[in-house]
C-alpha cells in the first residue's frame, strides 16, 4: 500500500490560485498513476485529475480544464494540482489518489484502492 498526505489548501478569492501538493510513501510509489478527486459538501466525490506514472500523460474533468494543471516529482515522491482562476464552485476537500497501474485509463473511484487524508479548499466570492 502507498500512503498519501496533502497539504497546500486554504482559503483564497475568486480568480485566485493554489497549488496542492500530495506526498507519496510505501511501496512502488513510483509506478502508480496519480491523481485528485473533490468533494463538496452534500455531493459526492468527483473526479478532478490525473497523471501517468510516466508524467506524459494526464486527464482532467471538463469543470477544470484550463484552469488547473497536474503535475508530478517522481524523484521526491510528490504530485502537485496548480490551480489558478478559482471559482467559489470549485470550493470542496481535495483528495490525492493513487492507482497501482502505471497509466491513466482506468482512474476513477472504483480502482482506487489509496486515499490521502483530505486538504480544505475554499473560495469566496
Known amino acids: 500500500q502507498v500512503q498519501l498526505v496533502e497539504s497546500g489548501g486554504g482559503l483564497v478569492q475568486a480568480g485566485g490560485s493554489l497549488r496542492l501538493s500530495c506526498a507519496a510513501s510505501?511501496?512502488?510509489?513510483?509506478?502508480?498513476?496519480m491523481g485528485w478527486f473533490r468533494q463538496a459538501i452534500g455531493k459526492e466525490r468527483e473526479f478532478v485529475a490525473a497523471?501517468?506514472?510516466?508524467?506524459?500523460?494526464?486527464s482532467y474533468a471538463d469543470s477544470v480544464k484550463g484552469r488547473f494543471t497536474i503535475s508530478r516529482d517522481n524523484a521526491n515522491n510528490t504530485m502537485y494540482l496548480q490551480m489558478n482562476s478559482l471559482k467559489p464552485e470549485d470550493t470542496a476537500v481535495y483528495f490525492c489518489?493513487?492507482?497501482?497501474?502505471?497509466?491513466?485509463?482506468?482512474?476513477?473511484?472504483?480502482?482506487?484502492?489509496?486515499w490521502g487524508q483530505g486538504t480544505q479548499v475554499t473560495v469566496s466570492s
Open positions: 489518489a493513487a492507482r497501482r497501474e502505471p497509466i491513466v485509463a482506468g482512474f476513477d473511484r472504483a480502482n482506487i484502492r489509496d
Open positions: 510505501g511501496r512502488t510509489v513510483s509506478s502508480y498513476s
Open positions: 497523471i501517468s506514472w510516466s508524467g506524459v500523460a494526464t
